[in-house]
């Protein structure tokens, strides 16, 4: 899969390290240090000796396309390439444990802005610092280490736990609904919108946060307060890392009784799901502004102008928020209440991290 060729297999091939050198330029990408990835149907005759390890023919024309160049695609191929690295990194020892942000990859985790670095493990022995490993002495128990895809990792929980301390608690915040949000529901995200949540699942949700984040937070030797007023206010409603920041804006503001995923009904009809909605005062908050219409192009958009003025006229208020907009508590504060400015009076027990 993905066409992944050690050195030594092209060597045995014939292909020596200037071809190599010279093929990263037109059908090789350099995956780590002695590892590559054949991105291309090549027809130079020069290449023939590479073409041969190309059988992932789908990959391959991802790449005839472009599709990894355009904006939509970028960061999901980068972070794609970055768990390819953790994935095929030659030179684990055998006490070696991925974690933090490595480990992050290996379980799909999504992560925003997070520039590639060095793969991360910790070891009960050995420091070590390397150009494409960094290695740190720390001893891991074995209720917090998993088998992921034949590698030795932090668990999911305590992966997402650990993202707090190094990301900051924005990115742990997100990270930590995703993974309640997958423990509770799977991780097929279209099931989850065509059939849509249980009835009790928000009931379910503080038993969920306990049987998951509890023992782990519980063996931490530092961080413990952080993670546990963070898995105090994650919710699995989440649908995506906007809507995640977006929540965690409204806990520090202490906006604490917003619900997520509310469908309204026009009359017997669904007439649209809610991404926010405070019911005391109907004020709505949509996240992600007009950028969706990116992709989804202009019949959303029209329809979605249709929901904004039917939920008008049923007597809700509705704010929205482009993305650059959650990212900044700042910012986020300042638009929610100059439109909503009713909301003020039901601030209190503001969320601090």
Not at 72 to 86: I, K, N, P, Q, V
Not at 278 to 289: E, N, P, Q, S
Request: aromatic content about 10%; charged content about 25%.
């Amino acid at each position: 899969m993905y066409n992944i060729v050690c050195y030594d297999d092209l060597a045995a091939a014939g292909v020596n390290t200037t071809l190599i050198r010279r093929a990263k330029n037109c059908c090789l990408v350099k995956i780590c240090r002695g590892v590559y990835s054949v991105v291309r149907q090549c027809r130079d005759p020069k290449h023939s000796a590479i073409a041969v390890f190309g059988t992932d023919r789908e990959w391959m024309r991802y790449h005839e396309r472009g599709l990894y160049k355009e904006k939509s695609h970028r960061h999901r191929y980068l972070d794609h390439l970055a768990r390819l690295r953790t994935l095929h990194y030659p030179h684990y020892r055998n006490d070696d444990v991925i974690w933090g942000v490595s480990a992050a990859r290996l379980h799909k985790i999504k992560l925003f802005d997070v520039t590639d670095g060095p793969v991360t493990v910790s070891h009960p022995k050995a420091n070590s610092s390397s150009r494409e490993l960094i290695r740190s002495r720390r001893t891991l128990v074995a209720a917090d280490r998993q088998i992921v895809d034949g590698l030795t990792a932090t668990t999911i929980a305590r992966t997402a736990v650990d993202l707090a301390r190094i990301l900051g608690p924005a990115s742990g915040f997100v990270a930590l609904e995703q993974v309640l949000r997958e423990h509770m529901f799977g991780s097929d995200e279209e099931s989850i919108f065509s059939f849509g949540y249980p009835r009790d699942a928000v009931t379910r949700v503080p038993d969920a946060v306990d049987e998951l984040f509890a023992p782990v937070i519980g063996r931490l030797a530092t961080g413990k307060i952080q993670a546990l007023t963070l898995t105090s206010a994650i919710s699995p409603f989440s649908e995506s890392y906007a809507e995640s920041r977006a929540s965690l804006n409204l806990h520090q503001l202490g906006l604490r009784d917003f619900s997520q995923q509310v469908d309204i009904f026009d009359v017997q009809r669904l007439l649209t799901r809610l991404d926010f909605l405070h019911r005391a005062t109907k004020v709505v908050l949509y996240v992600d502004g007009t950028q969706k219409y990116v992709d989804a192009g202009f019949d959303r958009m029209n329809k979605e102008s249709h929901q904004h003025n039917r939920l008008l006229a049923m007597g809700y208020k509705v704010v929205r928020f482009k993305f650059n907009e959650i990212l900044s508590l700042g910012t986020f504060a300042n638009k929610l209440f100059g439109q909503a400015p009713e909301l003020r009076g039901f601030c209190c027990n503001k969320l601090v991290v």
